[in-house]
DNA sequence: ATCCGCATGTAACCCGTTACATGATTCT
DNA sequence: AGAATCATGTAACGGGTTACATGCGGAT
């Protein structure tokens, strides 16, 4: 049952939770307080969305949290449980898929964050070591498309723009790997 | 009826149709060739959104555009109406929202592109300054999050990349506006 | 006694994806 | 004739947004 893969949605909700046991109300927080988090789950997206990771037996309410006798404590303190856990880190080690980098850009970040303390520096570094493959292909591809129409300057300034964004995530994918690789030999 | 704002999707739709009427097909063609087309987007999700279009007034079907003779008839060109071509100005002078300028950006990229022979040289100028206050502001508060906590290196490097993206994406529309202006005043 | 923050949830609506279906035109 | 391409469309499905509903708990 359910064997459609999940959202990323999912996946970093999960994540959240395998790093601390979290309710709806605590992952909206964190959410909030996160400087990544320009973006807001609607509570219609997440008390669903910990709904089906629980269906999934990905999570579990912890005792006492649920439902008491007549007090109803409502509040759902999630946990992962031991699926739970290995589904994430098996999606920590998703391989990056060079046709997909930027547009997944922004969820390697995420996995990146979540990797630390879960995946060995080894791992770590050869995740980065393919994601900057991955945006070298991506750059060196999108300076094939040298736009020469001298009367449309706008499509070749939105070209540069791709470039430099690109560039940077690629320089910065260098720079995060020396200052990991010196840390692990430190 | 219909008051509901277009989508990011169908006002690209709409803006295409804007430059040069086409079909659903030619549509698929152009996302396919341009660069920025890492997005293909699916028969369910284009013929739909046309005939929206169609719905509101945005846009018409030619009659019976085609090849040879009397054939062509299972093809659907689609022109902008008057209503429609005041919707995509309207579009392209949307302002741009300071909060929203990061998770946004490549629909403004999209608007800046689309602003070419549309709009006068000043606006676009206005335009990119917008852009270039809005990604300032952005830059200066992700400078706030100055992470410490020396046991958690990745979330800081994560900083590091929304900071890198973003100071390039400033740059750039530095020296966009300085391009344009030179060229405005040439 | 009441207001506000905590905390979870539900229902309508909309749109995109996937996958499939269908007919017309062109090529070999 | 048969195959590939052109060209449009539909149905099922899933999930996110918006908006609303609800109840508990502490603060004034």
Request: aromatic share 6%.
């Amino acid at each position: 049952m359910a064997d459609r893969q999940l959202t990323p949605f999912e996946h970093i909700l999960l994540g959240l939770i395998c790093r601390a046991p979290a309710s709806g109300y605590d992952l909206k927080r964190i959410f909030a307080a996160t400087p990544m988090g320009l973006y807001q789950p609607s509570s219609g997206a997440l008390y669903p969305a910990l709904r089906r990771l629980e269906l999934r037996g990905l999570v579990q309410a912890q005792a006492g949290t649920g439902r008491a006798g007549q007090a109803a404590r409502h509040r759902r303190v999630y946990e992962p449980t031991d699926t739970g856990q290995a589904a994430h880190m098996s999606w920590l080690r998703t391989p990056v898929e060079p046709v997909t980098a930027a547009r997944d850009l922004g969820l390697h970040l995420m996995r990146f964050v979540m990797m630390e303390h879960l995946l060995p520096p080894d791992e770590v570094l050869m995740f980065l070591q393919d994601l900057a493959d991955a945006l070298a292909a991506l750059v060196a591809q999108l300076e094939q498309f040298a736009v020469v129409d001298l009367t449309e300057r706008h499509p070749s300034l939105a070209l540069d723009h791709g470039l430099a964004v690109h560039r940077a995530s690629l320089q910065w994918t260098k720079r995060a790997i020396a200052a990991l690789s010196a840390a692990s030999t430190a």
